[in-house]
């Protein structure tokens, strides 16, 4: 009894193990437009963008395969997908936090972007513009080099703003984007500033003030404490300088600078020594 049970299991493990050999085994073709995932990082979220990527193939596109004036699913089969974990602004419009279907219009002078509450779809087929969050036109830009497979892309990006890119063949549309966190990010960096002083995150918070032309007084300020925290890095003595720079003290600029290049040559920095000779070369000019 106990050498037959042992033979069953046997060959129902030589079974299973059959049958995911052949399931390994079966054929598979690629998918004529694939499947890309892009993730951007902006402000205190992030964008994910699912779309397929169809090629030119020697065919005409726009006014072609993709007629203009026709709604179009922004890619290839299942309808694009943009997920923003934060509010955003698009184009100057306010966009709520969650995952909309990606539709477009396209004409050969405008174009129409559109963000649809319904996700999900396959092509445009079910589109109903009942559906549309929000609409708005934006001008498509002719580029000379060829993008043969259809492309999403972000450029341009900083902490607070960035342009989402639709390429293909030699069009290209641009979709400014902006943050809609200044309130949130400020309160949160004034909150971590009034912790314990070795703990606060200077570099970020003067970076973030200066580079969003906030109070620079303020930013002064931190820099000033942060020197004293390192006083031998070059890193707070650019910062420093660039806010002097930006205050239009340009003496006080180039003094600060040269100090942050000795510093940067002492440590062997060559980054800092660069990054310091430039603001003083901005002072200069």
């Known amino acids: 009894m106990r050498k037959a049970k042992i033979y069953l299991f046997a060959t129902l493990m030589a079974c299973a193990s059959l049958s995911t050999y052949a399931q390994q085994q079966e054929p598979r073709i690629p998918e004529a437009s694939s499947t890309q995932t892009i993730i951007q990082d902006f402000g205190l979220g992030k964008i994910t963008i699912t779309y397929s990527r169809p090629n030119v193939k020697g065919r005409k596109i726009f006014g072609g395969i993709n007629p203009y004036g026709q709604v179009w699913r922004t890619g290839a089969n299942a309808a694009t997908t943009i997920n923003f974990t934060e509010n955003v602004v698009l184009e100057g419009k306010k966009v709520a936090a969650g995952t909309y279907s990606l539709f477009s219009i396209p004409e050969k002078d405008n174009w129409t972007i559109i963000l649809n509450k319904t996700v ?155 990054l310091n000779e430039a603001v003083i070369d901005q002072a200069k000019n």
Not at 147 to 154: G, K, S
Not at 163 to 181: G, K, L, R, S
Not at 227 to 250: C, H, N, S, V, Y
């Open 120 to 274: 999900k779809q396959w092509g445009a087929y079910d589109y109903k513009q009942a559906d549309d969050y929000l609409r708005f036109t934006v001008k498509p830009v002719n580029v000379k080099e060829k993008r043969e497979t259809f492309t999403i892309a972000f450029a341009n990006s900083t902490t607070k703003s960035t342009d989402m890119y639709i390429i293909w063949d030699h069009t290209a549309v641009p979709i400014h984007m902006q943050t809609d966190d200044d309130a949130q990010i400020t309160a949160n960096i004034d909150k971590l500033m009034q912790g314990e002083i070795k703990k606060r995150p200077y570099f970020n918070a003067i970076q973030y003030y200066y580079e969003n032309d906030k109070d620079l007084k303020k930013a002064m300020q931190w820099a000033l404490e942060a020197e004293k925290l390192e006083p031998t890095g070059p890193w707070f003595k650019l910062w420093k300088a660039r806010i002097q720079l930006k205050m239009g003290d340009k003496a006080a600029a180039i003094a600060t600078a040269q100090q942050g290049v000795k510093l940067a040559k002492d440590s062997k920095d060559d980054e800092y020594v660069r």
